[in-house]
T-cell receptor
Framework: GQQLNQSPQSMFIQEGEDVSMNCTSS?????WLWYKQDPGEGPVLLIA?????ELTSNGRLTAQFGITRKDSFLNISASIPSDVGIYFC???????????FGTGTRLKVLA | DTGVSQNPRHKITKRGQNVTFRCDPI?????LYWYRQTLGQGPEFLTYFQNEAQLEKSRLLSDRFSAERPKGSFSTLEIQRTEQGDSAMYLC??????????????FGAGSRLTVL
């Protein structure tokens, strides 16, 4: 089915480093959502973006809604061990309430 | 607890058996979603309801799958004649209009199905 592409697929970083990941789509989105998922749990919302060019922060996390409306970016500053998990982008397909999810970026933080 | 509740959390069944999962949403949110997630993949859309009306179904939802939301409150997802390929995490999410949670999905913890 239709999916959003995320990169990188996985990353290993040292504690304290900054992290950047992105999400791209072949079609325009009006909303971008970023989620984090821990093993065996459901995804938890981190940040929601509603306008092209919007930059929104949530603690050490910052996300941006790309101006082309076909991409979004998530940055994590000064990573800590509890940032470990899988990060997903998501958004509603045009004109619907059907939300699709990206392929995920798996983050591992080395202490 | 004001979150989305899913039961059971884990289900192990033999191939060919029927299973049913239940989702109790955040009461004030009127859209309810079901997703399937296999290991290493993102959640895949199955279906969603607006109140009691099922508005969209994925082609992933074969005729062995049926979802209901009687009275627009809780929802059930039933899988008949389970196959090993049905093994996955089944996630329920809630969204709705209004100041709280508008245009975002709030997920339950999921129901993990293992078909032997």
């Amino acid at each position: 089915g239709q999916q959003l592409n995320q990169s990188p697929q996985s990353m290993f970083i040292q504690e304290g480093e900054d992290v950047s990941m992105n999400c791209t789509s072949s079609s325009i989105f009006n909303t971008w959502l970023w989620y984090k998922q821990d093993p065996g749990e459901g995804p938890v919302l981190l940040i929601a973006l509603y306008k092209a060019g919007e930059l929104t922060s949530n603690g050490r996390l910052t996300a941006q809604f790309g101006i082309t409306r076909k991409d979004s970016f998530l940055n994590i500053s000064a990573s800590i061990p509890s940032d470990v998990g899988i990060y997903f982008c998501a958004g509603p397909t045009s004109g619907t309430y059907k939300y699709i999810f990206g392929t995920g970026t798996r983050l591992k933080v080395l202490a | 607890d004001t979150g989305v509740s899913q039961n059971p959390r884990h289900k192990i069944t033999k191939r060919g058996q029927n299973v049913t999962f239940r989702c109790d949403p955040i009461s004030e949110h009127n859209r309810l979603y079901w997703y399937r997630q296999t290991l290493g993949q993102g959640p895949e859309f199955l279906t969603y309801f607006q109140n009691e009306a099922q508005l969209e179904k994925s082609r992933l939802l074969s005729d062995r799958f049926s979802a209901e939301r009687p009275k627009g409150s809780f929802s059930t997802l039933e899988i008949q004649r389970t196959e090993q390929g049905d093994s996955a995490m089944y996630l329920c999410a809630n969204s709705g209009q209004g100041a709280s949670g508008a245009n975002v999905l709030t997920f339950g913890a999921g129901s993990r199905l293992t078909v032997l």
